[in-house]
């Protein structure tokens, strides 16, 4: 089954459904860089405000911003990387995926980028709720002074309703939040065009020249501005990540007809409002604003930045369950909210971490001009990975010739390249949070790959071929097992060998049952597995079955349906008298094993945090018997 949303545009109603999923896109996709305008020119115009502003420089920020809009988001993302889908599905793990098929030599090298970007963004998923709702709530003194005791504690209120209401799915989440994002957006354009007329050579900033000429005449300082110009695209990569919850035409719909236009002619607003009053480069977006009308831009703004919150929370729930069928993270429960949109789901677990982090976030920096000198590093450093994975993409994938993918992705590496060194210098002033909240994903990730390979050794080397098994238990002998009715499921990460549950049944029970079936449970590298090629059966003798099911790393691993299907289709046995049989494993962690004891600590931590097995399979708990053994790692 095949989830890219824009087959679901076709028919009669197809135009309906296109604007009602752009409109949607619009609060969920683009809520993060809908709200960049709060901070983004702020934070760019700071480094140059010292000894005060001229011209020159309002004008060379402002064409810096409009430009690394229209090449990073507009080029790159919406007119790229949302065709280099895995299947419908977007994100680094999506491409990863993707591009594991034909990866050599370098898979390894594929593998570590991969989690590298999927950390920075995980990451970028804690710091953007909590630098976006600050962003908005501190509108709140310019309104009155007095209010500023009142920042914080509203901020943390609000982030923390935010996440209680995830489990309403995404669906329910942006069919509210569409429509208020759209109104943002254009009271953005709208608050951007009175501001215009405030001085209208603004629009020499269209021209790159000024952006250039900029960095060349600032040198240091220029490098300085880059960090803070980038704030303009954040929230670019989760455009990227939350693909498969809307499809491609309905993102790139919202991005031309209504958010590039409104981001631009706010930008364009604010540079000629500071020409005109270089005095409110303080908050030049809530400064334009009358004094009647800040209170409600201040409220209006609040409500974004909470949609902006959940474009980022959205992509991270999708990126982690392709984490876990992927095998780089344990089992996690997953929760699905759209009986019609496989991508929208929720997954508690995350949520609380999401939240915890946010938390911290926002009572350890206490204001957002602290919070965005620690934004951009995860930003882009995930963009940068990206780009390069992208390049392995149109070789294998499109088939281009080296030249064509160099001259293609170089320039815009490069480019990513500078932003990614100009907040490299951010380090100290709070950009090694997001570093380090990368590091502990990536060493988690790291740890959960490499432990569940050393596991899988370990039980492959006592392991019995199913084919020599199946020669024994044939045998008439005193000490053959007593034969009992029902059929047996042995679940097995190897059907070539015989279970080890099923050889702990025989060893401790003495017996084996009338049909046994030995079941493997496969993922796809790519999100949806058609029906027809769902499974597939082997009759390996009077009494054994291989069975091998497969689902793609977006679905939902759903057994008991998979057998109910496989039972209809003629395969004889009785659901509510056949036994599911699962190992559970003590883990025991040694000095002398593969992997140092730390790592076998933490392995064993996140084993013993993962879903059970019967819940994630959906197995019937009435039918399940766990058999225990103890592994030392």
């Known amino acids: 089954m095949s989830n890219s ?58 064409s810096l911003m409009l430009w690394t809009l229209t090449i990073i988001v507009t080029l790159k993302y919406v007119l790229f990387l949302l065709r280099a889908d895995n299947g419908g599905e977007g994100g680094t793990l999506s491409l990863l995926a993707l591009l594991m098929k034909t990866a050599n030599g370098h898979a390894a090298v594929l593998f570590f980028m991969g989690i590298a970007g999927s950390a920075l963004f995980l990451g970028d998923s804690m710091i953007t709720p909590a630098l976006s709702v600050l962003s908005a709530v501190e509108g709140l003194q310019l309104v009155t002074p007095e209010l500023k005791e009142f920042v914080l ?41 009175v501001h215009i007329a405030d001085d209208l050579t603004i629009f020499t900033a269209l021209n790159p020249y000024h952006a250039a000429t900029f960095l060349f005449r600032e040198q240091w300082l220029g490098v300085v501005v880059l960090g803070a110009v980038f704030l303009t695209v954040t929230g670019a990569e989760a455009l990227y990540a939350d693909l498969g919850h809307f499809g491609r035409r309905p993102i790139q719909l919202a991005w031309f007809a209504l958010v590039f236009p409104a ?14 009053h270089p005095e409110a480069a303080e908050n030049p977006f809530f400064l334009m604003f009358p004094s009647w009308a800040l209170l409600p831009a201040v409220i209006l703004a609040t409500a974004a930045t909470i949609i902006a919150s959940q474009a980022v929370i959205t992509g991270a729930f999708s990126l982690v369950r ?34 915890i982090g946010v938390v911290f976030l926002v009572l350890g920096f206490r204001s957002s001009d602290a919070l965005a000198t620690a934004y951009g590093i995860s930003v882009t450093g995930a963009m940068t990975i990206t780009t390069v994975m992208a390049f392995e993409f149109v070789r294998k994938q499109w088939h281009w010739s080296l030249a064509a993918a160099i ?33 502990g994903i990536v060493i988690v990730m790291w740890t959960w790959r490499r432990g569940s390979r050393i596991l899988a050794e370990k039980a492959k080397a006592n392991n019995i071929p199913i084919d020599k098994f199946i020669e024994m238990v044939s045998r008439e ?42 079941l493997s449970v ?18 390996l003798s009077d009494r054994f079955t291989s069975l091998e ?3 793609g790393f977006m679905e939902m691993p759903d057994i008991t349906k998979t057998l109910g299907r496989i039972r209809k289709e003629g395969m004889k046995f009785e659901i509510m008298s056949t036994s599911f049989y699962l190992g559970r494993r003590q883990l025991l962690a040694s000095p002398d094993g593969g992997m140092p004891l730390w790592q076998d600590k933490l392995f064993i931590a996140l084993a013993n945090t993962a879903t059970r097995p019967s819940d994630y399979f959906r197995l019937p708990s009435n039918r399940v018997v766990e058999l225990g053994s103890q592994v030392v790692i």
Do not use: C
């Open 263 to 276: 981001l631009m002619l706010n930008y364009l607003g604010q540079g000629a409002f500071i020409l005109k």
């Open 522 to 539: 496969r993922t796809a590298n790519k999100p949806y597995v058609p029906d027809d090629i769902r499974y597939s059966l082997s009759h």
């Open 153 to 193: 504690p509203l901020s943390l209120t609000i982030l923390i309703a935010l996440f209680l209401v995830q489990s309403r799915g995404t669906g329910a989440v942006s069919a509210f939040f569409g429509p208020i994002t759209a109104i943002w957006f254009l009271v953005m354009g709208v608050i951007g065009i």
């Open 549 to 551: 099911v497969r689902f």
């Open 5 to 62: 949303v824009d087959n679901e545009q076709q028919g009669p109603s197809g135009l309906k459904s296109l604007l009602t999923l752009a409109l949607g896109s619009v609060g969920v996709v683009y809520g993060d860089i809908g709200t960049s305008p709060l901070y983004a020119f702020k934070e760019a115009l700071r480094p140059v405000s010292v000894d005060g502003i001229d011209r020159g420089e309002v004008v060379g920020i402002i």
């Open 322 to 355: 392709q984490a876990i069928h992927l095998n780089f993270l344990p089992r996690m429960e997953i929760q699905h909210t759209s009986e019609t949109h496989t991508g929208q789901i929720f997954l508690p677990g995350v949520n609380i971490i999401l939240m």
């Open 477 to 518: 002998s005193e000490h053959a097992p007593a034969t009992v009715p029902g059929t047996a499921i042995f679940l097995t990460s190897d059907p070539g060998f015989a279970p080890a549950t099923l050889l702990h049944n025989i060893k401790h029970n003495h017996v084996l049952h009338k049909q046994n079936i030995i």
């Open 407 to 439: 001259a293609g992705l170089l320039p815009l590496l490069l480019l990513e390249l500078v932003f990614l060194g100009a907040n490299l210098f951010k380090i100290h002033d709070g950009g090694y949070v997001p570093i380090l909240i990368a590091a």
